[in-house]
């Protein structure tokens, strides 16, 4: 079974940091690009950032950028998010995703695989 496990969330203060860990296991994810999406209370899921499983590629959203940074480890089939400059507003579940179709999952906020989700909570 495939299987996408989220670690790293809890409360912080603003401007502090976290970084979010996504190991995958049950199959090969080389030909996945791997996707953070956040969604906080009564919003819509919101995309984050993605990276190629090569780790040649990143993407991420305006409202991230300079602050999140996305990277991997391949020999550990771990996805991981930076969090740096948190603000209250990033507060939210955070969700690991895995899908074979790229970056095009910031658009469509699909993918063929997700984590369970892990809270963050930023306060002021």
């Known amino acids: 079974q495939v299987q996408l496990v989220e670690s790293g969330g809890g409360p912080v203060q603003a401007g502090g940091s976290l970084r979010l860990s996504c190991a995958a296991s049950?199959?090969?994810?080389?030909?996945?690009?791997m996707g953070w999406f956040r969604q906080a209370p009564g919003k819509e899921r919101e995309f984050v950032a993605a990276?190629?499983?090569?780790?040649?590629?990143?993407y991420g959203t305006d409202s991230v950028k300079g602050r999140f940074t996305i990277s991997r480890d391949i020999a550990k089939n771990t996805v991981y998010l930076q969090m740096n400059s948190l603000k209250p507003e990033d507060t939210a579940i955070y969700y690991c995703a895995a899908d074979a179709r790229g970056f095009i999952m910031a658009a469509t906020k699909r993918a063929d695989y997700w984590g369970q989700g892990t809270q963050v909570t930023v306060s002021s």
């Open positions: 990276i190629t499983w090569s780790g040649s590629s990143t």
């Open positions: 049950g199959r090969t994810f080389s030909r996945y690009t």
